[in-house]
């Protein structure tokens, strides 16, 4: 395919039915797959990974080095899944030699000015809101939705089918299948209306539902609320991913709704 207005470096590999706007620049070591949409004034920079089927909208910058002074030039990638899209002005940092690469899933929507720094893991099927920040090794499980405007502190954990309120900035874990706002930020309930969507019976949402009452209504410490949902509910995935979670969590889990008096 001819590219008009282009630089494209010579090395760079480039899949069959690839659209790119004017006025895009892709480095050398990059590699774009079959049937993605560039538009105009993109940057693709050295490490870059992109899979198929993707739409990166103009203003976005795909694996810049990081913002990171421990960077020393490292060989390293920022890795997009399929179908994934891109949009205006969204920046995507590549790896360092923490992790060797920057991973943004498969079936995501990365919506404007979003910045995804060094060595996050972002999941599949999943949204990042405008304007929405990760710092450094951030983790961000499937189908997680992080509305606009969120702030996420370094090495932290957001748990699969999350909900957080927009606006929200925070340092701690948030554990899978809840919803997370208010300020400071806290558990708030499950992601009722996301589980539904998702196709959990109501029957899997009270099961889920009554772990978290023990987790974080039942006044017992965070080792002995564990140590009580181990014993006390059926073996099931639900409880083996909110048990692996927090046996995982290296920042500790954010807080419940702080009770007037």
């Not at 300020?183 to 209306?193: A, D, K, R, T």
């Not at 209504?217 to 509910?233: M, R, T, Y």
Request: hydrophobic share 40%; proline share 3%; charged share 25%.
């Amino acid at each position: 395919m001819e590219y008009k207005n282009v630089v494209i470096d010579p090395s760079a590999k480039i899949g069959e039915n690839v659209e790119i706007g004017p006025f895009t620049f892709i480095d050398k070591n990059v590699v774009i797959g079959d049937g993605t949409k560039i538009m105009a004034n993109v940057t693709i920079l050295e490490g870059a990974r992109i899979g198929k089927n993707c739409i990166i909208f103009p203003g976005a910058v795909i694996s810049a080095i990081p913002q990171d002074l421990k960077f020393r030039g490292e060989e390293t990638t920022a890795e997009i899944g399929d179908n994934t899209t891109i949009r205006e002005c969204v920046t995507i940092n590549r790896g360092t030699a923490s992790k060797g690469k920057t991973v943004v899933g498969s079936n995501c929507l990365i919506m404007a000015y979003v910045h995804v720094a060094h060595d996050c893991v972002v999941g599949n099927n999943l949204i990042l809101g405008n304007t929405t920040q990760l710092a450094g090794e951030v983790k961000v499980d499937d189908w997680a939705i992080v509305s606009g405007g969120t702030l996420v502190h370094q090495f932290t954990h957001i748990g699969a089918h999350v909900m957080i309120q927009g606006g929200s900035r925070f340092g701690q874990d948030i554990p899978p299948y809840v919803m997370a706002g208010r300020e400071p930020v806290s558990y708030c309930g499950l992601n009722i209306v996301g589980l539904r969507r998702r196709g959990f019976s109501n029957e899997k949402i009270e099961e889920i539902k009554d772990i978290y009452r023990v987790i974080y209504e039942s006044g017992l410490n965070v080792s002995a609320a564990i140590e009580k949902v181990k014993s006390d509910f059926p073996d099931s995935e639900e409880k083996r991913n909110i048990l692996d979670f927090v046996a995982k969590s290296e920042r500790g889990l954010i807080p419940s709704v702080t009770k007037k008096k």
